[in-house]
């Protein structure tokens, strides 16, 4: 199985064994769940950031809002806006 050495100071490596203790797992497993956990955290926010683009880009959507008399949505043919 492939390794990754990942050098810490002395400060990070007590508070990481520390959390590993509170929560009674091995520092290893520790880390290899908080990089899961950071993996899977950051693939749904992308993908999340993708659906909310992908919608804002819609016309139908900007021309449904403008109908409503809402002024906080994209505009007709724009390309969305930045939350």
Known sequence: MPALNVEYTDEE???LR????????TLKALVRASTADHI???????????????TFRDP????AIAAAGLDDGPTAGSAGRAA
Request: hydrophobic share 45%; no cysteine; glycine share 6%.
């Open 13 to 15: 490596l007590v508070e």
């Open 60 to 63: 139908a959507l900007a021309e």
């Open 40 to 54: 899977a955290r950051h693939r749904a926010l992308k993908e999340g950031s993708e659906i909310f683009a992908r």
């Open 18 to 25: 520390e959390l590993a203790r509170e929560q009674g797992v």
